[in-house]
């Protein structure tokens, strides 16, 4: 079974400081995984997916990073700004069975002006 | 882009009544699933959908749950006798069986049991 684990469940930082978020997973044999944005009451809107056989990915300010053996994953958010402000939840798929996501509980982060 | 669409948005109903909610998937996309989310808890498998038949159920996904590919189009999940704790959004997913097989999300449908 796979347990995804998002630390911290909470955040609030000043507007323009840079950000990590943690993400961890107890089975290592993971097919990928997807970090997601999801504001209160919507949708989950993907941010970056990386494959097990990557390190990272990046689009804009995002940066998404992925350690298979030690099952971690930070997503780092550069010069944070108000519109950042949602949960952030991690997602990972395992080789054995990638139909599947297995979801954190997610990371609330509050950018403030 | 394509996306994937979701209807209704927001589905208020009685206990003990049936729903039906409905999701469009990317036209050219063979695998549908079907997750949930209960308010303040993570985001949950319920059933993934290939070849008009389910590959995969959750624990969850107990006699009380179908799942429906009624037309080339149309994907729905019903559950026959809503209760309480059924109150959650419903996510709705589709993929293509190659490459990555990347699993694209709907917005959501928010069931409501009262």
């Known amino acids: 079974k796979q347990e995804v684990t998002q630390i911290p469940a909470a955040l609030s930082v000043p507007e323009g400081e840079n950000l990590v978020l943690n993400c961890s997973f107890t089975?290592?044999?993971?097919?990928?995984l997807q970090w997601f944005r999801q504001d209160p009451g919507k949708g989950l809107t993907s941010l970056l997916l990386?494959?097990?056989?990557?390190r990272e990915q990046t689009s804009g300010r995002l940066n998404a990073s992925l350690d298979k053996s030690s099952g971690r994953s930070t997503l780092y958010i550069a010069a944070s700004q108000p519109g950042d402000s949602a949960t952030y939840l991690c997602?990972?798929?395992?080789?054995?069975?990638?139909?599947?996501?297995?979801f954190g509980s997610g990371t609330k982060l509050n950018v403030k002006p | 882009e394509p996306e994937v669409t979701q209807t209704p948005s927001h589905q208020v109903t009685q206990m003990g009544q049936e729903v039906i909610l409905r999701c469009v998937p990317i036209?050219?996309?063979?695998?549908f699933y079907w997750y949930r989310q209960i308010l303040g808890q993570k985001v949950e498998f319920l059933v993934s959908?290939?070849?008009?038949?389910?590959?995969?159920k959750s624990e969850i996904f107990d006699d009380q749950f179908s799942v429906e590919r009624p037309d080339g189009s149309n994907f729905t999940l019903k559950i026959r006798s809503t209760k309480l704790e059924d109150s959650a959004m419903y996510f709705c997913?589709?993929?293509?069986?190659?490459?990555?097989?990347?699993?694209?999300f709907g917005p959501g449908t928010r069931l409501t049991v009262l």
């Open positions: 997913a589709s993929s293509i069986p190659k490459g990555i097989h990347e699993q694209f």
């Open positions: 089975d290592s044999a993971i097919y990928n």
């Open positions: 990386i494959q097990s056989s990557q």
């Open positions: 997602a990972v798929r395992r080789v054995y069975n990638f139909n599947k996501f297995y």
């Open positions: 036209s050219n996309h063979l695998y």
């Open positions: 959908f290939y070849n008009n038949e389910i590959s995969e």
